[in-house]
């Protein structure tokens, strides 16, 4: 049961244009929200997250969108650059004991064509 | 100035056989955690970690899996009597605390398990 789903396995996108990353989730415990950048042979890094109580994060060219009702988030890189080109994978948390806890979802493989 | 680091980076291993899998987590951190990535799927959450507490081991998927973390710094997660189907990399992070949920975990560069 796939609580937090990634339904493209991959993307690709010119240099210099907009690359929009999607994440749907089902548990309505999920409070925060993160997605993490993840190149071959290397282990997740952090990149950008979003609270609950916000609708939208901006950090440099990453954005985050969060819309609760639909249970939905998204990432936007703008503009997109060759060295961005890896999996992307989003991740969720909930307040309750288990805040600890991080449950991902399958990834997106982002090609950034020059 | 380390990250996390994991060792060894590849383990090819008959089915059957113990492996024991190892993570150095970031000094000062108090919080660790094991992750499993099998082909095609996302992270899947295997055991947590937190100081001198009693360990959230839910997440692993039978009792041929088991972790340790001694002195409350190095972690061994050791799987037993290995299947095919625990081929996958093996992730380690660490986090300064694991309560509260703005706790940035730090991956290690994780172990690719292969079980022949």
């Known amino acids: 049961d796939q609580q937090v789903k990634q339904n493209s396995p991959s993307l690709s996108v010119q240099e210099g244009r907009i690359s929009i990353l999607n994440c749907d989730y089902t548990n309505s415990m999920f409070d925060y929200f993160l997605w993490y950048k993840k190149y071959p042979a290397e282990g997740p890094t952090f990149l950008i997250s979003?609270?609950?109580?916000?609708d939208k994060n901006e950090d440099g060219r990453f954005t985050v969108f969060l819309n609760k009702s639909a249970k939905h988030l998204s990432l936007h890189i703008v503009p997109s650059q060759p060295g961005d080109s890896a999996v992307y994978f989003c991740?969720?948390?909930?307040?309750?004991?288990?805040?600890?806890?991080?449950?991902f979802g399958k990834g997106t493989l982002l090609t950034v064509n020059p | 100035g380390a990250g996390v680091s994991q060792s060894p980076s590849n383990k090819v291993t008959e089915k059957g056989k113990d492996v024991e899998l190892r993570c150095d987590p970031i000094?000062?951190?108090?919080?660790l955690y094991w992750y499993r990535q099998s082909l095609g799927q996302g992270l899947e959450f295997l055991i947590y970690f937190q100081g001198n507490s009693a360990p959230d081991k839910s997440g692993l998927p039978s009792d041929r899996f088991s972790a340790e973390r001694t002195g409350g710094s190095v972690s061994t997660l050791t799987i037993q009597r290995t299947q095919q189907e625990d081929s996958a990399v093996y992730l380690c992070?660490?986090?300064?605390?694991?309560?509260?949920?703005?706790?940035?975990?730090?991956f290690g560069p994780g172990t690719r398990l292969t079980v022949l």
């Open positions: 000094s000062g951190h108090t919080a």
């Open positions: 991740a969720a948390k909930d307040s309750g004991g288990s805040n600890y806890k991080l449950t």
């Open positions: 992070a660490s986090s300064l605390d694991g309560q509260g949920a703005r706790n940035e975990q730090f």
């Open positions: 979003i609270s609950s109580i916000k």
